[in-house]
């Protein structure tokens, strides 16, 4: 499989984006899914993921309450909608799939498809 994020932009602080993640290829109900991001500077970061059939889900302390995970597997398409975002949530955004990883796992090491990142920009 493999993934296209898009859906970036600036944004104002308390403002709202989706970022959307399309996978190719016919077994994506099979992958669990995760969003990641990268400040400048900084480590790749775990913001949340999503089980095969996208019935349950994961999120950093960081931004539990403010992001949701879902997913159409209709669509080969996972889904990332924030809110009230912050400047600190200024980063560049990845998806990611692994087919044998649990979706409550966070170590970016054990997601094994990528995708290119989409840049995320909060102005305050």
């Known amino acids: 499989v493999q993934l296209q994020a898009s859906g970036g932009g600036l944004v104002q602080a308390g403002g709202s984006l989706r970022l959307s993640c399309a996978a190719s290829g016919r077994t994506f109900s099979s992958y669990v899914m995760g969003w990641f991001r990268q400040a400048p500077g900084k480590e790749r970061e775990f913001i949340g993921g999503?089980?095969?059939?996208?019935?349950?889900?994961d999120y950093a302390d960081s931004v539990k309450g403010r992001v949701t995970i879902s997913r159409d597997n209709a669509k080969n398409t996972v889904y990332l909608q924030m809110n009230s975002l912050k400047p600190d949530d200024t980063a560049v955004y990845y998806c990611?799939?692994?087919?044998?990883?649990?979706?409550?796992?966070?170590?970016?090491?054990?997601?094994?498809?990528w995708g290119q990142g989409t840049q995320v920009t909060v102005s305050s």
């Open positions: 990611a799939a692994d087919m044998y990883t649990g979706w409550y796992n966070r170590k970016a090491i054990d997601y094994h498809i």
């Open positions: 999503i089980s095969r059939g996208g019935n349950s889900t």
